[in-house]
């Protein structure tokens, strides 16, 4: 009998199920996203008094010509920062102002008739606290943003937006998470009370950001497209080859036949390409015979010079045309504007 071979002895090692448990990064990141909405949750219940105080004080403070001014250190200025450019976009005046860079020279920001607004979590902050009796000394309006209500920069502070958290949404408690999150919100809030007690409207806003897509879609008007060179137009006589002619005139697609009897310009009704080629579906015998204005459209779809771009853009989707009609308020044939001047225009 042959001798066992020891492999055969061993015996195989019991497969373990995979886990099927979250790894752990993965719980603290779902549980910093709880923390962080909770934390930006419990903000509503405390725009109060105060809140109301703070709106009003600053749109009286930029109405007398004065600005709002943040300071902070650290992770406050940034948050400081981002609220400063969302005030300033949506028609608040507003600057930054490092707390550190303030007792150094830089306080010279601060104008008579601004109001500061101190971001802090501790509300103990050195710099800051330094830099409270100088504000004093000038009579300075303070505003605070504070985790502590009770304060140095809290208690010196006329009003006090409480943006205070149970905990961070860091494992150890220690990073601004939570504190920031929350900061962030109130910042954002403070900037849209503002903005609709201003009556900051969406044309405020597009005048504010002029270079951008939304500029764009706000403020851009068929005027701004019409190109004085591509007019073509009939006369309700014209003959066919003439309509020809005129509609492959700078590829629009189209021609205006105008009233050529008024000396107005007076739009009578549009050709297309589609409106030529069911001219030539008829009898070829009558060819000769067809004048503008046996082929024309009457009732055009046109619009004002005014109109805003993204409309018109908007109304050449909905009903797939290619080019609309521009005219005046009196009826008077201005021009064409083709969709793809639209869709060049980047208003999409």
């Known amino acids: 009998m042959a001798p066992l071979d020891p492999k055969d002895l061993q015996t195989s090692k019991p497969v ?20 962080e909405s909770n934390a930006v949750a419990a903000l509503e219940s405390r725009l ?4 109301e105080r703070a709106v009003r004080d600053i749109l009286a403070c930029t109405q007398r010509g004065g600005k709002l001014v943040f300071t902070g250190i650290g992770k406050s200025a940034d948050v400081a920062r981002k609220t400063v450019a969302t005030l300033n976009s949506t028609g608040t005046p507003a600057a930054f102002l490092h707390a550190a860079d303030a007792l150094h020279g830089d306080l010279g920001l601060v104008g008579k008739g601004d109001v500061v607004l101190a971001v802090s979590k501790s509300g103990a902050t050195a710099e800051l606290v330094g830099l409270l009796p100088m504000l004093g000394s000038r009579n300075l309006p303070l505003m605070a943003m504070v985790g502590r209500v009770d304060s140095p920069v809290g208690r010196a502070a006329s009003v006090v937006l409480d943006v205070s958290v149970e ?5 150890h408690d220690l990073a601004p998470t939570s504190s920031s999150a ?10 849209m009370a503002l903005m609709e007690a201003r009556g900051f409207s969406s044309e405020d806003f597009a005048r504010h950001h002029p270079g951008g897509s939304l500029g764009r879609k ?5 005027c701004d497209l019409l190109d004085p060179a591509l007019k073509p137009s009939v006369s309700p006589e014209a003959d066919l080859r003439s309509v020809v002619d005129a509609v492959s005139t700078g590829r629009l697609g189209a021609a205006a036949v105008l009233d050529g009897t008024s000396g107005t310009g007076m739009l009578l009704g549009i050709i ?5 080629r069911r001219a030539l579906d008829r009898d070829p015998a009558s060819w000769s015979s067809l004048s503008a204005r046996d082929v024309m459209q009457s009732e055009p779809r046109c619009l004002r010079a005014e109109t805003r771009a993204i409309e018109a853009l908007e109304l050449l989707e909905s009903h797939r045309i290619s080019q609309v009609v521009v005219t005046d308020e009196d009826g008077v044939f201005i021009g064409f ?9 980047g208003i999409r």
Request: with cysteine.
């Open 218 to 222: 706000l403020m851009l008007r068929l």
């Open 182 to 191: 929350a900061q962030l919100a109130m910042g954002d809030a403070l900037a």
């Open 272 to 276: 297309t390409d589609g409106d030529v």
């Open 167 to 171: 905990q961070e949404a860091c494992p």
């Open 48 to 51: 109060d008094a105060g809140f």
């Open 337 to 345: 504007v083709h969709l793809h001047q639209l869709m060049d225009a």
């Open 16 to 35: 373990m199920p995979a886990s099927t448990d979250p790894p752990e990064w993965l719980r603290v990141a779902r549980r910093t996203i709880r923390l």
